[in-house]
């Protein structure tokens, strides 16, 4: 099988061609905006109609979620534009296309667990064009759409290495808890997605470590396993912004999503988000003595 990676040098990118690797495929085009341009029409159907993969993973995306509200356009044009070019391409050459999308499809306002059937309503730019391409992808029949949340991986920056490093100079840290989701780790996600690139269960799946944690707990659990005395201090989310002074893109306060359907359809849940936060901080440490 051949395979296309947008979005390479990002977190999930960079762990997917990871794992297809130590799965021995070797037949594998990764590719970050530097390469080609997901706006770029023509680019774009050049550069696959050149290589002809059969799967396509679209990772790259607009993610910058405050900055997507005073640039609604650009964010428009990389996550709606630039994700209907490459359901083009993929149609084009008959490719599978394995697409991130986001809990904030949602608004957060359920009493209970939202599954792949509920009704969206986003409620952020980059909340509504991510829905937007998901409504793109869904041209293509051959299409796997996975609603991911808080990400976290070796290649960028994250919530954990946010927190370690502010932990070097800070005691005490306020953080939202009235946030609750399901942290993810890209090791893990990538797996899963290549797992689903295997085979044709396709449609819309909610795809994230077992388990639900609002920021703060989430914090608390990441000092504790890197020994880190930090004492975090519960704040509400508009708290948090009047202590702050901070104005942000609108966040679901319930990101809780069902994972049933990735085992009615014959695939493995994620570990727990505990497990993946040990597992993540090992690897951190060691990234940190290949640097010395």
């Known amino acids: 099988m051949k395979f296309l990676i947008t979005g390479f040098k990002g977190q999930l990118g960079y762990d997917i061609n990871r794992e297809l690797v130590k799965r021995g495929y070797t037949d594998i085009l990764a590719l970050d905006k530097d390469e080609m341009d997901i706006t770029d029409r023509d680019e774009?159907?050049?550069i696959v109609k050149d290589y002809n993969p059969d799967v396509i993973f679209h990772c790259a995306a607009w993610t910058a979620v405050d900055k997507a509200e005073e640039m609604a356009d650009a964010c428009h044009n990389v996550n709606?534009?630039?994700?209907?070019?490459m359901v083009d391409a993929s149609l084009e050459v008959g490719a599978k296309i394995i697409y991130m999308s986001t809990d904030y499809v949602f608004d957060g306002t359920k009493d209970g667990i939202y599954t792949e059937d509920d009704l969206v309503n986003p409620q952020s730019v980059y909340g509504r064009t991510k829905f937007e391409g998901e409504e793109e992808v869904r041209r293509n029949p051959n299409h796997f759409i996975?609603?991911?949340?808080?990400?976290?991986?070796?290649?960028?920056g994250n919530f954990i290495r946010t927190m370690l490093k502010l932990s070097d100079n800070h005691d005490t840290l306020n953080v939202v808890d009235d946030q609750?989701?399901?942290?993810t780790y890209t090791v893990d996600l990538a797996r899963l997605l290549v797992d689903m690139s295997e085979t044709d269960k396709y449609g819309t799946y909610n795809a994230t470590n077992e388990g639900y944690v609002s920021w703060a707990d989430f914090a608390e659990y990441i000092f504790k396993v890197n020994n880190k005395n930090v004492k975090v201090n519960h704040v509400s989310t508009e708290e948090y912004l009047e202590?702050?002074?901070?104005?942000?893109a609108y966040r679901p306060r319930n990101s809780r999503l069902s994972k049933e359907?990735?085992?009615l359809n014959g695939?493995?849940?994620?570990?727990?988000?505990?497990?993946?936060?040990?597992?993540?901080?090992?690897?951190?440490?060691?990234?940190k003595v290949l640097r010395r």
């Open 267 to 287: 695939f493995d849940k994620l570990p727990s988000w505990e497990d993946a936060t040990i597992r993540y901080s090992e690897e951190l440490k060691k990234e």
């Open 80 to 85: 709606v534009i630039g994700t209907k070019n």
């Open 146 to 156: 996975t609603r991911i949340s808080w990400v976290f991986g070796i290649n960028g």
């Open 261 to 263: 359907k990735l085992v």
């Open 180 to 183: 609750i989701g399901s942290p």
């Open 44 to 46: 774009v159907l050049r």
């Open 243 to 248: 202590l702050t002074g901070t104005v942000q």
